[in-house]
């Protein structure tokens, strides 16, 4: 089966670091993504990863490791606007494009 | 440039009634999905096209629901008889053939089933 996990909701406050763990476990893996979607809008792209390692992006920053089936993306210098689901999604198919996503968590950064 | 559209935005339809969604993906975009997102659950995916074809039908959750992609461009998604289950928000996404791959959404299409 196909099974993405991570938390529901994670609470942080301005301006400190938060870090939001994945865990997979699918039938193929070509890449992981990580999407950003605030309330009433559509997800936006943020990190993608299909090589173990850290790939950095500004304030974000997303961590690899397909031996564990784990990921995790890292958000500093939180702002208001930061708060908002993240969703970790995988694309599940050996050279395909089937892409399962994970059910969100939502950030709550309060001042 | 422009976006991936969707229309309707909104549609509220009858119990038994088809509908039809409609997605414009961004030009040149060869890969197109649709998911469903139901209030405040994750992105389930239906299915996806590689041009004109759908590699992968396995998401679609009956065979109520069916989709084409013509000209490797526009996409209609169609339910039919609907049920008031299929109440949620029907998104699309395009995406480059290479690269990162990563998908651009749409609006979505809120569908209410009464």
């Known amino acids: 089966g196909q099974n993405i996990d991570q938390p529901t909701e994670m609470t942080a406050t301005e301006g400190a670091i938060v870090q939001i763990n994945c865990t997979y476990q699918?039938?193929?893996?070509?890449?992981l993504f990580w999407y950003q979607q605030h309330a009433g809008e559509a997800p936006t792209f943020l990190s993608y990863?299909?090589?173990?390692g850290l790939e950095e992006k500004g304030r974000f920053s997303s961590f690899l490791s397909r031996s564990k089936g784990y990921s995790y993306l890292l958000l500093k210098e939180l702002q208001m606007k930061d708060s908002a689901s993240y969703l970790c999604?995988?694309?599940?198919?050996?050279?395909?494009?089937?892409?399962?996503f994970g059910a969100g968590t939502r950030l709550f950064v309060k001042a | 440039g422009a976006g991936v559209s969707q229309s309707p935005s909104n549609k509220v339809t009858e119990k038994g009634k088809d509908v039809e969604l409609r997605c414009d993906p961004i030009?040149?975009?060869?890969?197109l999905y649709w998911y469903r997102q139901s209030l405040g659950q994750g992105l389930e995916f239906l299915i996806y096209?590689?041009?004109?074809?759908?590699?992968?039908k396995s998401g679609l959750p009956s065979d109520r629901f069916s989709a084409e992609r013509t000209g490797g461009s526009v996409s209609t998604l169609t339910i039919q008889r609907t049920q008031q289950e299929d109440s949620a928000v029907y998104l699309c996404?395009?995406?480059?053939?290479?690269?990162?791959?990563?998908?651009?959404f749409g609006p979505g299409t809120r569908l209410t089933v009464t």
């Open positions: 996404a395009s995406s480059p053939s290479t690269g990162s791959y990563e998908q651009y």
């Open positions: 999604a995988v694309r599940a198919q050996w050279g395909g494009f089937k892409t399962i």
């Open positions: 699918t039938s193929g893996f070509n890449g």
């Open positions: 030009s040149g975009h060869t890969a």
């Open positions: 096209f590689q041009g004109n074809s759908a590699p992968d």
């Open positions: 990863n299909v090589l173990d």
